[in-house]
Nanobody, 122 residues
């Protein structure tokens, strides 16, 4: 099992910045991908950004140039630096870790944090 604990959400004015952190603990494999998703009221959960244990990143077009994902493998922690925040970034942000339980597992197992609220006022 893997546990994920997020921190860093809050209320910020448009144009401001926030930094989210997510610390993972438990049975963490050396190869995994950590990501941030978000879900706004009435909308589906969507991928914001993800980063592999090798440092390869991918992010949604809506946040490119404003958000940066990074990780500290030694601390099993992933960060999301959010700059130039917009009201449409308001959502609950969820940390995700996915990894294969065994080398021959056909699909990865997904783990989720409890979520942290980010509210951007106009």
């Amino acid at each position: 099992q893997v546990q994920l604990v997020e921190s860093g959400g809050g209320l910020v004015q448009a144009g401001g910045s926030l930094r989210l952190s997510c610390a993972a603990s438990g049975s963490i494999k050396s190869i995994n991908t950590m990501a941030w998703y978000r879900q706004a009221p009435g909308k589906q959960r969507e991928l914001v950004a993800e980063i592999s244990s090798g440092g390869v990143t991918n992010c949604a077009d809506s946040v490119k140039g404003r958000f940066t994902i990074s990780r500290d493998n030694a601390k099993h922690t992933v960060y999301l630096q959010m700059n130039a925040l917009k009201p449409e970034d308001t959502a609950v942000y969820y940390c995700n870790l996915r990894q294969h339980a065994t080398p021959w597992a056909p699909y990865p197992t997904n783990y989720w944090g409890q979520g942290t609220q980010v509210t951007v006022s106009s």
